[in-house]
Structures are given as C-alpha cells and as structure tokens.
C-alpha cells in the first residue's frame, strides 16, 4: 500500500503545500543569490581620480602626496587627487601646510587666507619664483630636482621675519637664475597676476563697462581706508586697504546706491575680523553667478551689527 493510500486526505494536502512552498522558497532565494554565490563577485566601487591644478603661475616639480596619490605636478601644475582628501605639497624636505584637495590651490589656499599680505604668502611666493628654473614666472615655475636636492635636510618657518635668511643658502645652490630671494613687492606683483588669470580661467571675462573702474572707502569706523579697483567681470582689487580688526564678522559686502541691507546686496571673499590689516592689497573674487554690473557700492561691512565701518562708490577713472 503507497503511502499517499496511507494518510487521510487532510494530511496528504498539508504535505502537498509544504513541499510546494518550500520549492518556491529555494526558487526565491536561488535568483535573488540567496545562495551567496553571486554576491561575493561584485566589484567595489573605485572612487574617481580628479585633477587639481596648483598656481602661482602653474608650479611645475612640486612634489605631492595624498591619502591615495603621489607624484610630481606637471607642467600644467597638475596633481591627483580623490575627492575629499588632504593633499601635502613639498620640495625637499619643505613641507607646504596640508590643505584639502580641490580644482584650484594656490598659496592663498594653502594658508586659508584672502589676502596675498599674508607674510606666509608673500613668502611662499618669493620662495616658489625665485626658485623657478629660468626665472620667467610669465612661461610657468619650474622647480627643479637640483632645488629638491638643496632643500633636503632645510627646515622652513614661513611666517618668520628672517625667511629671507632662512632660504639664503637654498636659493644660492638651487641652481635657478635667480640666486638671491626676490623681494615681496615683486613676489606679490607676480601673484595678483596670476590670481587675475584664474579668475578669467574660471569663466570670468572682461565685458564689463566698469572694467577699470575705481573708489576710495570713506572711514567711518575702525580705520577703514583703502580702494577699489575692477579687474574684470568678476574681479575687483582692494589695495592700500587698513583696517583695525577689532569688530565681529566683517565681509566686504556689494551693494546699489550704498544700500548693504536689501535682498540685492551680497558678501564678497571670507571673513575679515580677527586680525589687522594695514597697507594690504586683496583681491576679491565676486560670489558664483554675481557679476560687478551687479554692485556700485562697496562696504567694508560688520554683519553682527549691520553696521557700514566704511564705504566706496566705484566710478569711471
């Protein structure tokens, strides 16, 4: 007698459905990679490899390290990158301070400053220029491994007051034209320049009317003084500008008709509360999608207190 002749109807439709459903169950799981077959051969994602590009003119022979790259910047200055990684730039055994890998660094960047006075910028730019191998900052700055050879063993302080003596010997023997450090007008001269060729790189033209453009900030509080002058369409330069530091969350703001609070005026550049500025030249670059046919007026501006320390009208020279 078969089995099935065995059991009652009843128990014969529950072993039925169970067999059924567990065959759907392995069926399931099968294509689904229950079975862990498939899952284990799945590719990690691989992050993307980006290009930065490091200016002061681009800076060809810099060596550089991140978490997962390495190398030495190219003639275009450019390095790789992942994004969200520190990048560390040296020559010899100099290091540059480690900052967070981006599009474009220039020595502003390296710093977290806006201000090319910064006497760690000034002096980073003396150092990088007077090391270029044929010392035409115009064609492009090459370090080369002559510069690196020298530079092993030296131990740097960029804000120091002596840098100049600090590098006398590096800058003798690196092999470059220039065999003494440049001055900081010259530097800085150089590095405004540069930092106007990327503005325009960055799709900044120079259609404006006002292109040329100038004003001179009343001082109205904390020694505000200094002037303004458009560079291009997104560009404007503060030179000979002073300012005491000694007030809370202070910007440069944009404005019409010298009115700072309304929904068309706009912050410029980083924060300049914190220290003092005397006799510095900044150079603002205009907030994405802003352009100086946007703003007439300019205001050393302290946000905290909306209170206007000092303003300037820019007019046809």
Not at 48 to 64: E, K, P
Not at 72 to 88: K, L, M, P
Request: hydrophobic share 40%.
């Amino acid at each position: 007698m078969s089995l099935l002749k065995m059991v009652k109807p009843p128990v014969y439709l529950f072993l039925y459905w169970s067999v059924f459903l567990i065959t759907g169950i392995l069926l399931l799981l099968t294509g689904c990679g229950g079975s862990g077959g498939d899952t284990g051969n799945q590719s990690p994602t691989v992050p993307t490899v980006l290009t930065g590009v490091f200016v002061d003119s681009a800076v060809q022979g810099l060596t550089y390290s991140t978490a997962t790259q390495s190398g030495t910047t190219n003639e275009d200055g450019e390095f790789s990158y992942i994004q969200g990684e520190a990048v560390i730039f040296s020559i010899g055994d100099i290091q540059f301070p480690s900052v967070i890998a981006q599009t474009l660094i220039t020595p502003l960047d390296v710093f977290s400053v806006t201000t090319v006075n910064d006497i760690r910028v000034s002096n980073m730019a003396r150092l990088l220029q007077t090391l270029d191998h044929d010392g035409i900052q115009g064609n492009g700055i090459t370090i080369t491994d002559e510069a690196h050879n020298q530079a092993v063993g030296v131990d740097i302080n960029f804000a120091a007051t002596d840098f100049a003596s600090q590098v006398e010997d590096l800058v003798a023997n690196a092999g470059a034209v220039n065999t003494s450090l440049i001055s900081e007008q010259d530097a800085i001269e150089h590095l405004n320049l540069a930092l106007g060729n990327m503005a325009t790189t960055r799709g900044c033209t120079a259609d404006s009317t006002k292109i040329g453009y100038t004003g001179t900030f009343s001082t109205l509080a904390h020694s505000v003084s200094g002037k303004a002058t458009v560079i291009d369409d997104c560009t404007l330069e503060i030179t000979q500008f002073n300012f005491d530091g000694a007030a809370p969350n202070v910007r440069f703001y944009g404005g019409i008709n010298g009115n700072f609070t309304d929904s068309e005026a706009f912050a410029i550049g980083e924060r300049l509360d914190g220290r003092s500025y005397t006799n510095e030249t900044i150079l603002l670059e205009l907030p994405e999608g802003k352009f100086v046919d946007d703003l007439d007026s300019v205001s050393v501006w302290c946000v905290a207190f909306s209170a206007d320390f000092g303003n300037l009208r820019l007019e046809a020279p």
